[in-house]
């Protein structure tokens, strides 16, 4: 099975397998029905601070990206990592995202995660 990122404002397909968000907040403009999501486990997420300390420009990426897979070492994040993980055991799955770049995003961190 394969786990891909891409952008949830992209029009769904066939190959996506089950879609899962992995924003903490929805994503803007976007109706429910249109974005197609089939998971949305919040506990996965980065934290608030963690988000606004990214996007307010003080860290790099790789420092963000170390700092969101220590949050993700936290029980409840753990959880959802490991049923995310299960899935993309069974099934393809598509982690989406809101981010303009996600290949600089926190779905990249996790598709490392959940393919070693």
Same mark, same amino acid.
């Given at each position: 099975?394969?786990?891909?990122? %891409? =952008?949830?404002?992209?029009?769904?397909?066939? /190959?996506?397998?089950? %879609?899962?968000?992995? &924003?903490?907040?929805?994503?803007?403009?976007?109706?429910?029905?249109?974005? %197609?999501?089939?998971?949305?486990?919040?506990?996965?997420?980065?934290?608030?601070?963690?988000?606004?300390?990214?996007?307010?420009?003080?860290?790099?990426?790789? /420092?963000?990206? /170390?700092?969101? /897979?220590?949050?993700?070492?936290?029980?409840?994040?753990?959880?959802?990592? &490991?049923?995310?993980? &299960?899935?993309?055991?069974? =099934? &393809?799955? #598509?982690?989406? #995202?809101?981010?303009? #770049?996600?290949?600089?995003?926190?779905?990249?961190?996790?598709?490392?995660?959940?393919?070693?």
């Amino acid at each position: 099975m394969s786990v891909r990122v %891409r =952008r949830v404002y992209d029009p769904a397909e066939p /190959e996506d397998g089950v %879609r899962v968000l992995v &924003d903490r907040l929805w994503p803007r403009g976007l109706a429910k029905d249109a974005a %197609r999501v089939d998971e949305w486990p919040k506990a996965l997420t980065p934290s608030t601070e963690l988000r606004r300390w990214y996007h307010a420009g003080e860290g790099t990426y790789e /420092e963000f990206a /170390e700092r969101y /897979e220590a949050e993700l070492v936290a029980e409840e994040a753990a959880e959802a990592l &490991d049923g995310v993980r &299960d899935l993309a055991g069974k =099934r &393809d799955v #598509t982690l989406l #995202t809101a981010s303009k #770049t996600p290949e600089q995003s926190h779905a990249t961190v996790l598709v490392r995660l959940l393919e070693g």
